[in-house]
């Protein structure tokens, strides 16, 4: 059997992921590593060639059938994604749920033309937690689907969150963790398709290290009132040192469930519940998308194109086992 | 928008949950029963047309687009499948697993001779879970996938079990609860990738009705010895009086999941977990059949033919939302 030829496109936290990832598969192999940064990234991977991403000559070179987009969604793959599916198939973890169908279409546009599949915004969430929501909709009409992040004590990582708290002046480092507001789990389980405003539904814990001389009282007050981030949800501020932050709440962790809730005939109640829970949230963002790549090429080379999402794509696509295998040992 | 034209074939518990589902379809309506039993059915069905099951030409009137199979693993759709596909694109939750190959063959010959789509296999097990065990695998690539059954207090009813008992002489009526057994559950979100027998994961709890003068200890022992449906498992009997059967275990509620664990990386640990909770089992059912009875006839309309399963089925052609509206509102 040949090996599905990948090129990892950057090499930040799901780059990493995603060469560890591929390891684990039987029937796809890394090729090659295209990056902005070449000489920084030469310098941490052996054995693997790393081109420059902006030179297509040169990533053509490596022959690979599909690129793994592991840039971010802000500044990298509106610009990469168009790009690169001129030349590639390419799969992406597009995440700014309010813009996918406007970066859909400008995938899908460019996909058509180069005749490659684009698999667009493929994670956890969005991704599974997508399909999760589809296939509630569908199987309980009438269900409302929710989302709830950080049902582990500990709560779930959210760099988003953390990268906003870093933007305040007088902080040196922070992170923080989403809860999710069990109360609410229940309320969803029960059946009662709650109007919730965001903050019924998580609280924010935020450890902060500041810089010396900080004021304490003014950067929780900041903090708390931020718009979007903190302001709409019950938020506590830990102020920690350095060493603490990074040995009490280091790593990616992460966790959620999609929860839907309705009725089947005349008042049947009926609950579906899917979680997923991951010490590192980048590698399970990487795993998704590697999988996805496999489903791509398989596309492809049926002789489909354009964008492509998680909706779109048939389970078996994603599997490394036959089909007979599946029949038997999965059905 | 025209609706999709169902025939419902077979109107026992889960047909009749196919009608009522239907009902709450914006895009599907039903247009006949076909019945082996016109008399009976027709006697509790008003302004539906029933017709014979086994007079094509009399359901072909009907102009369905598609026929929901509603009848049996063992008797009905091994004979009835095949025909009927002949004729009309079909869906069926055919759940005998260890068959599933063979019947998938017999369907797919039978259905591409025909060109029309065959959705085979499908509810919650074989269906849904069939998809959890297919993305678990894909996603988290060594894990192994494990169901469990009857997660709530009061257990999942079992009709296989509850028929087994009523063979028994001596037995005038029973049900059977399966419960899980939720250290087993545990052992598989710790990651430990346990190898069960299947008496580890589940229990067997039942409620049984005697015949007068039956002798409840003899009874009692022969359940316990049933190869196959009790023998491996811990198993209760309580002897219970009809009225009690039928008061405080009345109804079909069944209840499961799917957990799979793994690691991603270099030992970071990973699980995914999908739970359903019905009031009424076959209602589920006719829940999954009625949205993959779209999905089969807008494959068909798209040109395929052959037996599908649920794994071979792209979320979105399930879903009664435009792509639009599901990348809008779910990715």
């Known amino acids: 059997m040949e090996k599905i030829k ?47 991403v902006d ?14 987009l592991c840039g971010g ?15 590639i198939n390419t799969v992406d973890s597009f995440d700014n749920h309010s813009c996918i169908p406007q970066y859909y279409a400008a995938m899908d546009a460019a996909a058509k033309a180069a005749k490659h599949v684009a698999v667009i915004s493929t994670g956890w969430d969005p991704g599974i937690f997508s399909l999760e929501r589809t296939l509630a909709n569908a199987f309980l009409p009438g ?18 969150h953390s990268d906003a708290l870093r933007t305040i002046k007088g902080v040196a480092d922070a992170r923080q963790f989403t809860h999710a507001v069990s109360s609410a789990i229940d309320q969803v389980r029960n059946g009662e398709n709650p109007a919730f405003e965001a903050g019924d539904m998580h609280t924010r814990e935020c450890f902060v290290v500041l810089e010396e001389g900080a004021n304490a009282a003014a950067i929780e007050a900041e903090i708390k009132a931020m718009p979007g981030y903190f302001a709409p949800y019950k938020t506590t501020v830990n102020f920690v040192t350095q060493e603490e932050l990074d040995s009490k709440y280091k790593g990616f962790p992460h966790d959620g469930c999609v929860v839907a809730a309705s009725v089947t005939g005349k008042g049947n109640q009926a609950t579906v519940e899917y979680r997923c829970k991951w010490a590192s949230n980048p590698e399970a963002t990487a795993n998704v998308l590697v999988a996805h790549a496999r489903a791509a090429v398989r596309m492809n080379k049926a002789g489909d194109c354009g964008a492509k999402t998680i909706l779109d794509i048939p389970a078996r696509l994603l599997s490394p086992l036959s089909y007979e295998e599946l029949l038997k040992k999965f059905m």
Chains 1, 2 share one sequence.
């Open 143 to 160: 269900a409302r689907s929710y989302g709830f992040y950080g049902l582990s004590e500990a709560g779930g990582l959210s760099m988003g």
């Open 6 to 52: 990948v090129l990892v496109v950057g090499y930040g936290n799901v780059g990493r992921g995603v060469l560890l990832s591929l390891a684990n598969q039987p029937d796809m192999e890394v090729v090659g590593i295209a990056s902005r940064s070449v000489e920084r990234v030469r310098a941490s991977v052996k054995d693997i060639p790393v081109v420059p």
């Open 55 to 68: 030179q297509a000559e040169e990533f053509l070179k490596l022959g690979a059938d599909v690129a793994i």
């Open 73 to 87: 969604s802000k500044n990298d793959l509106p610009q990469q994604g168009p790009e690169l599916v001129k030349y």
